[in-house]
Nanobody, 122 residues
């Protein structure tokens, strides 16, 4: 059973910073792309940033230059450093990962974390 557990959300003022963490636990072979998504009230879930197994990254235009995604393969973890936060960043942030269950698996399964609330006050 693969689980993703996020931590690090909270309440911060405009201009502040937060660091989100997500750890993948359970039994699996390897992790491919990992990403951070967010969902604001009344809006669809959107990709914020993603990082591949070879550390290629991509960001939504709204967070470029402010957010940094990184991963630690030894810890099966992905992080999102968020700086210069603005009220528009307020949302529930979810971690997602493509996980290969076994060495003989033909495909990867996608898993979600439970989400962590980030609130930026003006």
């Amino acid at each position: 059973q693969v689980q993703l557990v996020e931590s690090g959300g909270g309440l911060v003022q405009t201009g502040g910073s937060l660091r989100l963490s997500c750890v993948v636990s359970g039994t699996f072979y390897k992790i491919y792309t990992m990403g951070w998504y967010r969902q604001a009230p009344g809006k669809e879930r959107e990709l914020v940033a993603a990082i591949t197994s070879i550390d290629t990254t991509n960001y939504d235009d709204s967070v470029k230059g402010r957010f940094t995604i990184a991963r630690d393969n030894a810890k099966s973890a992905v992080y999102l450093q968020m700086t210069s936060l603005i009220p528009e960043d307020t949302a529930v942030y979810y971690c997602g990962a493509f996980v290969v269950p076994t060495p003989t698996s033909s495909d990867a399964d996608h898993y979600w974390g439970q989400g962590t609330q980030v609130t930026v006050s003006s």
